[in-house]
């Protein structure tokens, strides 16, 4: 099946630095990857939607300027969370569609996350 | 505008028993597609089942099943012969129908269960 991975699984960086996490397609393309933030025992919010050769779009309430979407390849989009703050700390996912098999429908394929503390 | 609507915070069943979580939508599209994930203490997101809005019958995939009622807006699972290994964090989704696959996800607030032994 597809596989979307996500680099660093966790990281823990100081007030003010800034820290970019990858989210790899590992067999398939995507156009467009999603990224989303969850808190503990919430659900996901999406934050923004990659898109491949093109700008980022974000989601209403989302600061593009500190967290820039870059999405270099069919394979690749990286999200870079800058002058990181405490608040800043929480679980990023991101995810990629895949036409489902013998079906019409896209369903995303979900990377295992990012741990972010920002101490 | 979609909106995913899951009423149930937390429930908890017997292992062995069956368990139905609910979930309702509203939207005005006619072609959508409707999922459950799970998401274990991992928090890794498994798709557990997928409905697309113009097949009537209602998915089923092993211990799996959905009811779902397209006038209604309601697509609830069913797990039946619960296994400790469905305790996690059920996600209900909509995506509407798309040629592509830049069409985001909507998701539901979600519903903890919790298998007891």
């Known amino acids: 099946g597809a596989v979307v991975s996500q680099h660093p699984s966790w990281v823990i960086c100081k007030s003010g630095t800034s820290v970019k996490i990858e989210c790899r397609s590992l067999?398939?393309?995507?156009?467009?990857m999603f990224w989303y933030r969850q808190f503990p025992k919430k659900s996901l919010m999406l934050m923004a939607t990659?898109?491949?050769?093109?700008?980022?779009?974000?989601e209403q309430g989302v600061e593009k300027d500190k967290f820039l979407i870059n999405h270099a390849s069919l394979t690749l989009s990286t999200l870079t969370v800058t002058s990181a703050h405490p608040e800043d700390s929480s679980f990023y996912i991101c995810?990629?569609?895949?036409?489902?098999?013998?079906?019409?429908?896209?369903?995303?394929?979900f990377g295992p996350g990012t741990r972010l503390t920002v101490t | 505008a979609q909106t995913v609507t899951q009423s149930q915070p937390e429930m908890s069943v017997q292992e062995a028993e069956t368990v139905t979580l609910s979930c309702t939508y509203d939207t005005s599209e006619n072609n959508y597609y409707l999922f459950w994930y799970k998401q274990p203490p991992s928090r890794q997101m498994i798709l557990v089942i997928r409905q697309e809005a113009y097949k009537q019958q209602n998915a089923t995939e092993n211990r799996f099943s959905v009811n779902f009622q397209k006038a209604a807006k309601s697509f609830s699972l069913k797990i039946s012969d619960s296994q400790l290994g469905d305790t996690a964090m059920y996600f209900c989704a909509f995506m509407k129908h798309a040629t592509s696959g830049t069409y985001k996800y909507i998701f539901g607030t979600g519903t903890r269960l919790k298998v007891l032994a």
């Open positions: 990659s898109n491949e050769g093109s700008k980022a779009t974000y």
């Open positions: 995810s990629a569609p895949l036409r489902a098999a013998g079906g019409r429908a896209y369903e995303q394929y």
């Open positions: 067999d398939f393309q995507a156009t467009t």
